[in-house]
């Protein structure tokens, strides 16, 4: 067997055990779960999308033997779905120049043009709002809305956590986590998987593997479809009711994922700009850290860069050093 397809398996099976290791119930075990598919992502940005899709059939496989159907499954829509989509486009280049090239495209010398990465950012995005539609869809079918199924399920999971929590305290808890509880899910999934590609991309660039060079963060750029899902979203949190409203409001939640970054990418540019800038970026993250504001902050100045582009107003030159 070659060896790109044992290391393949290989990756597969670490991935496989890192989404599964909860089970045990070992101390620490459940945060291996956050960089399960680290693995997978080391297979497809170092050998390519062939050996990302045999990683990810592998990990199907070893994590329905692990945990069953129910495991595998979760695997393969938590793991391997968004690996896969992230690898496959990461991966897709064209010569440049040719028509019909994306918006925003990283560019190497003058021969290759790749797939953005704001592109795949939205793709991303668009999977996790697609599984909260889904979760919505299924919850309606039956006799409860996604937001009943929710704080029972809290419910329970905080009761099981903490059985010395009082009724009333437990009841507050559940009422505080239960409105935006699938928007914040959403989020983490994304943002663990843009931390786990960005950290396998690190590392074939380090071991001399990657088959891409790594895109520049700062020149982020967002196509302008991605507003229109975000708007029906916030006319369904304002104007819709109950489970409508419900949805609506973790929907553009997760939907405002991009813009958040997109926000990033302009605060950095500007902070370049001026002295002192890592002084700048470590007072602008502490902020960030502690406020929830700052959040809602740079969202909207995501918003604006794409709608006005206030990137183009900066003036002066980058400024590497402080």
Known sequence: ?????????????????????????????????????????????????????????????????????????????????????????????????????????????????????????????????????????????????LSVLVSTNLENLLQAMAPQWEPDHLARMVGIMTPMFPGAIGVSWIIMTIVNATLAQGLMVKWGSAQRPSPAYIDLELPQWISWPMIAAALLALMGSGEMEYTGRNLAMILAVPFFFLGLAVVHTWARRKAHTTMMLVAFYLILVMSGWATLFVTGIGIIELWNGLRRYMDGPLNDND
């Open 1 to 145: 067997m070659p060896k790109k397809t044992l290391i393949a398996i290989g990756a597969g099976v670490l991935s496989a055990f890192a989404a599964t290791a909860f089970l045990s119930q070992a101390p620490g075990a459940l945060m291996l779960v956050y960089f399960a598919d680290l693995p997978l992502f080391l297979a497809g940005f170092g050998l390519g999308p062939q050996s990302m899709v045999i990683s990810g059939a592998v990990g199907f496989m070893a994590a329905g033997l692990i945990g069953g159907g129910i495991a595998a499954g979760v695997f393969g829509m938590t793991q391997v779905l968004p690996a896969w989509l992230v690898v496959r486009q990461y991966l897709l280049q064209r010569p440049q120049g040719s028509s019909g090239a994306a918006d925003g495209a990283d560019t190497v010398g003058a021969a290759v043009e790749w797939y953005p990465i704001g592109n795949i950012l939205c793709w991303l995005t668009m999977l996790a709002a697609a599984a909260l539609v889904a979760g919505t869809m299924a919850a309606m079918g039956g006799a409860e809305g």
